[in-house]
T-cell receptor, first 115, second 116 residues
């Protein structure tokens, strides 16, 4: 399953399928991007990050793709499991090379995994 | 502790009351951040500390919001004369280095503030 654009905040997939969560970021100068997972009642949990000098990075069951031409970021989750159900946020470091900790978060996508 | 610890986890305040939210970052972490998360939204930046220095407070919504980290470890976010629009989850985060890029930022569970 895949969400298209920012105006579809919920993605529902069958257990075992691959999930693709999309995000458009705002600043072409951003140099660092992060995906967070947030379960109900908990704080955001780091999943994977990528620097702007890369276009792909793989982790365990997750892959992040970065397309700087169109300012687009995606998170791919392989073999989605019920435990992956959560809200997923992309975040960008919109003021690179500055001494600040300001991350800009996207709206978030709710991933629902059907057993 | 192993992670970022926040207290109280839940706070109900009457409108006009002052509140103080505490954050214990991961031991030795240089950077500390406060974010505000409204229901159904992504976190929004409030302020950033590097050790005891508050280097960025551009996200604080009004002068009723004040944050401090006097000894470069524990931080307190204070909200004076709370209003209903202050109701949100207040997230604290920390990282081991002094720049965002390439440095994992760890979030706490948040302090849930409800103003009635």
């Amino acid at each position: 399953g895949e969400n298209v654009g920012l105006h579809l905040p919920t993605l529902s997939v069958q257990e075992g399928d691959n999930s693709i969560i999309n995000c458009a970021y705002s600043n072409s100068a951003s140099d660092y991007f992060i995906w967070y997972k947030q379960e109900s009642g908990k704080g955001p949990q780091f999943i994977i990050d990528i620097r702007s000098n890369m276009d792909k990075r793989q982790g365990q069951r997750v892959t992040v793709l970065l397309n700087k031409t169109v300012k687009h970021l995606s998170l791919q989750i392989a073999a989605t499991q019920p435990g992956d159900s959560a809200v997923y946020f992309c975040a960008e470091n919109s003021i690179p090379s500055s001494n600040t900790g300001k991350l800009i978060f996207g709206q978030g996508t709710t991933l629902q995994v059907k057993p | 502790g192993a992670g970022v610890s926040q207290s109280p986890r839940y706070k109900v305040a009457k409108r006009g009351q002052d509140v103080a939210l505490r954050c214990d970052p991961i031991s030795g972490h240089v950077s500390l951040f406060w974010y505000q998360q409204a229901l159904g939204q992504g976190p929004e930046f409030l302020t950033y500390f590097q050790n005891e220095a508050q280097l960025d407070k551009s996200g604080l919504p009004s002068d009723r919001f004040f944050a401090e980290r006097p000894e470069g470890s524990v931080s307190t976010l204070k909200i004076q004369r709370t209003q209903q629009e202050d109701s949100a989850v207040y997230l604290c985060a920390s990282s081991s280095r002094d720049r965002v890029s390439g440095n994992t930022i760890y979030f706490g569970e948040g302090s849930w503030l409800t103003v009635v």
